[in-house]
């Protein structure tokens, strides 16, 4: 067992002091062991199904570092097969996406339907003998495999709570924050990508994190990256201010964290009631920095639920996936030291042509390689991973103890969550998460020794 000496995971992220150790930002053994307890376990987003609609139709996507086809099999049922040839390893499928009637194998030509079952062997009968039991020898697949509103995830363990359950409140609720913005989405074609020098767990710690913006992103706002701010008038920009918009929402707008089983949590600003108001009076007058008319449609209001309809924060659905405006982002893992950052866009499908642009414009210039606020992430995720690595460094932890201790937990149905200002509950949450899967030898024991929820009236 790797980490006798140190103890289990659980001790490097003290949940009651606020603070998680350097190294399992650094350390590969720990790399190692998070590929095979968390992203070989956890549910991963495939790809939408916008994105494979008809039979043959396939999208290569990644479980942890390994390769899986997203294909919809002849019968039109999804299927997630790991792109690995049971003959000696090869890719049998190289484009990111298309349609194919079955995956040919370039090395010695086994070839596979899409369903993974291994259809064709050449020398079958001279050199095999007819003694290969094809049916035994298939593509691996993945242990379940479920669309949640059109959002394809599988997971490579068959023991795996089911999708629904796995996602719990929080999760939903995360993904019906973007799965609402539209009657139905359609994903953009191609996904923006590109490779970060920064561990994957601190590109998701970032996106709770509302502390860096007025200082990280201070040029890109002076900028007026979204080409918005600059189009107000005074009194426009006070409404802003009220709305929360970014840029003119100050520090001191209220935030609300929500917590769920298995890490998920949402974390960010709080759509009061003011905030709504100030934001009907701006709409259509700032564009694509509006987009919460959706909450209103009677499809939105029961799916989000009473805490759901005032929470506008960054949705993670753990152990990677992120979900902001129109956009959802994977954070790949590829070493201790390397993350791989996936963009995805979608647009309504009843979208007018300019709304379709705006949105497109905006997710072109805000996240991803040409993202003025993710060029802003990348280089201070970069200096931290590089720092992460130093002996000396290791024996310091992180402090995590932002707002710990001081806010009381409400709870509304199924629901925990806390309203404060901004804070650092959120990533403390995941952290903590991270440690109980790590610790974890199998899901009967996750399901055994997970966190559900903070209890209510306690002060994580
Ligand atoms: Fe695929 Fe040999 S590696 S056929
Ligand atoms: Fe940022």
């Not at 590969?28 to 062991?33: F, G, P, R």
């Not at 079955?102 to 050199?127: A, N, R």
């Not at 030898?441 to 559900?452: D, F, G, M, Q, T």
Request: proline share 4%.
């Amino acid at each position: 067992m790797l980490y006798e000496n140190r103890g289990p995971f659980r001790t490097m992220v003290d949940v009651e002091k606020g603070v998680v150790d350097r190294s399992i930002f650094a350390d590969q053994d720990i790399y190692e062991l998070e590929l095979e307890r968390i992203f070989a376990r956890a549910w991963n987003f495939m790809c939408h199904e916008s994105q494979i609609p008809k039979a043959g139709d396939f999208f290569l996507s990644f479980i942890g570092e390994e390769s899986v086809i997203a294909t919809r099999d002849k019968k039109g049922e999804l299927q997630v097969l790991l792109n690995s040839c049971r003959h000696r390893g090869n890719a049998v499928c190289r484009a990111e996406s298309g349609n194919a009637r079955s995956f040919l194998c370039t090395y010695h030509g086994w070839t596979y339907g899409l369903d993974g079952q291994l259809i064709g062997v050449p020398g079958y009968k001279d050199f095999y003998h007819e003694q290969l039991d094809k049916s035994q020898w298939g593509l691996v697949k993945a242990g379940k495999v479920a669309s949640y509103k059109g959002f394809v995830f599988a997971t490579m363990d068959p023991e795996a709570p089911d999708l629904e359950e796995y996602l719990g409140e929080v999760g939903r609720m995360g993904l019906d924050l973007l799965a609402h913005k539209g009657e139905a989405l359609v994903a953009v074609d191609g996904v923006q990508k590109n490779l970060i020098g920064c561990n994957w767990k601190l590109a998701v710690d970032n996106l709770f994190d509302w502390y860096h913006p007025q200082i990280s992103h201070a040029s890109a706002n002076m900028a007026d990256f979204r080409r918005q701010q600059s189009r107000l008038t005074d009194e426009e920009r006070e409404l802003a201010a009220k709305a929360g918009i970014a840029g003119g929402g100050g520090a001191q707008r209220p935030h609300r964290v929500v917590m769920g089983a298995y890490g998920h949590a949402i974390g960010g600003p709080r759509l009061t009631q003011e905030a709504r108001d100030a934001r009907q009076q701006l709409r259509g007058k700032i564009g694509g920095l509006i987009n919460d008319e959706f909450r209103e449609t009677p499809a939105a209001k029961e799916a989000l639920g009473e805490v759901g309809a005032d929470t506008a924060g960054h949705p993670n659905i753990f152990p990677n996936l992120w979900m902001t405006n129109h956009q959802l982002s994977l954070r790949l893992p590829r070493g201790p030291g390397q993350c791989e950052i996936w963009w995805f866009t979608f647009v309504p499908k009843e979208a007018t042509e300019e709304r379709r642009e705006e949105i497109i414009h905006g997710a072109n210039h805000v996240f991803g390689p040409a993202g003025m606020l993710e060029q802003d992430d990348g280089e201070n995720w970069d200096q931290s991973t590089r720092a992460m690595r130093g002996v000396v460094a290791q024996r310091y932890p992180l402090n995590f103890a932002m707002g710990l201790g001081q806010h009381a937990v409400q709870q509304a149905s199924d629901t925990s969550y806390i309203d404060t200002l901004i804070n650092e509950h959120a990533q403390l949450w995941t952290y903590r998460a991270w440690a109980e899967w790590m610790d974890a030898e199998s899901w009967a024991a996750l399901k055994e020794n997970h966190s559900v929820r903070p209890a209510a009236d306690s002060r994580p």
